[in-house]
């Protein structure tokens, strides 16, 4: 196998990750928005209890991403940092606001206006980012970040201010509401609270479709090249029909309390989800014009980025599942013995 194909294999990976675990954390933030009832109070401090221990560390995924991008595939790296420099500015910007509201609110202990503020900031951040990446994603796959030589263009907003980045952005952020309350179900010991967190799971989930289909139909004059590869290619309704499989075992777990199949099922249809776009794309970086061959950096340069992350993943991946085992797995077990599955 290729250089070029491994290193876009373990940026797949790391993106995935990063969807399942950061992208947890943004729609938990969205579930601290929309908080509401006699339980509004409980809700936000079991979305705290759940994402405080770990929700920094889960941004070393995106890292790698951008590690990975910006040494193996250079060219792709700067067309997309130049033509979505203002998304990626403002996605950045509200992951820090977010990081900083979130602290700074559960510094305060006094419960008043300025806790409550800092607690908007917080979720109101959680819920923006995601539909800005959502939005970058859609850009890159929708053909209107074109390549000359070394000049991008298509402008600093046209490429992602259009109804089909705009779509995949509400899809994205769909999505994590959808991850982040299906996770919750099983985070939450008390029984009302994994009733709260399970229907807003459900409803997620049917925006998730509906965010889905309204993606797909945009997608014919928005990005037609990948609408083309999801319609067409050997692997295309296969893997429909397994991705639809996995969406509604979520469901069907999620409305008969099987909570920790409905976390699996929900975290195996949002890698499906990534990888059906992958496949879509494949083999372009930026459609359409920068490929894995044309993007790619020196054959010595990927060789050794490929050495230093054979070196480096033995020790982050044990690092994680330590930090994780401290601070989730044994309290986890403490508090879900309760829980039916």
């Keep these: 196998m290729s250089a070029d194909l491994l290193l876009a294999g373990a940026a797949f990976v790391a993106l995935s990750l990063y969807l399942l675990l950061g992208g947890a954390d943004f729609g938990g933030g969205v ?69 900083s509201a979130f602290a700074f609110r559960a510094m305060d202990h006094e419960g008043d ?33 074109r390549i000359a030589g070394d000049a991008v263009s298509g402008g600093f907003f046209a490429p992602w201010l259009a109804p089909f980045p705009v779509a995949v952005g509400l899809f994205a952020l769909a999505l994590c509401a959808f991850v982040a309350a299906t996770y919750l179900t099983v985070e939450v010991a008390e029984p009302a609270l994994k009733d709260d967190f399970r229907r807003r799971a459900l409803a997620a989930g049917l925006c998730v479709g509906a965010a889905a289909a309204a993606a797909f139909v945009l997608s014919g004059s928005g990005a037609p090249r990948v609408r083309a590869a999801l319609l067409a290619r050997a692997w295309s309704w296969p893997f429909h029909l397994l991705t639809a499989a996995a969406a509604l075992t979520t469901l069907a777990a999620l409305a008969k309390r099987r909570f920790r199949l409905a976390r699996a099922a929900a975290a195996v249809q949002t890698v499906l989800i990534l990888l059906g776009w992958a496949l879509a794309q494949y083999p372009y970086l930026v459609v359409p014009d920068l490929s894995l061959a044309n993007a790619s950096a020196s054959p010595r340069t990927q060789r050794l980025l490929l050495m230093v992350l054979s070196a480096g993943v033995p020790v982050l991946i044990p690092s994680l599942l330590v930090l994780f085992r401290v601070f989730k797995a044994s309290r986890g077990d403490a508090v879900n013995r309760p829980e039916a599955s």
Excluded at 116 to 124: A, C, E, I, Y
Aim: hydrophobic share 60%.
């Design 31 to 99: 579930w601290d928005l929309l908080a509401r009832g006699p339980r509004a109070a409980e809700q936000r401090a079991a979305i705290e209890r759940a994402i405080g221990p770990i929700w920094e560390a889960n941004h070393v995924w995106l890292i790698l991403v951008i590690i990975i991008l910006f040494t193996g595939f250079p060219p792709a790296f700067a067309a997309i940092s130049v033509a979505l420099h203002v998304p990626l500015t403002l996605f950045l910007v509200g992951i820090v606001l977010r990081g």
């Design 113 to 145: 206006a300025r806790q409550r503020r800092w607690g908007l900031l917080f979720s109101m951040a959680s819920t923006i980012a995601p539909v800005l990446l959502g939005m970058v994603v859609g850009a890159i796959v929708s053909g209107r970040i």
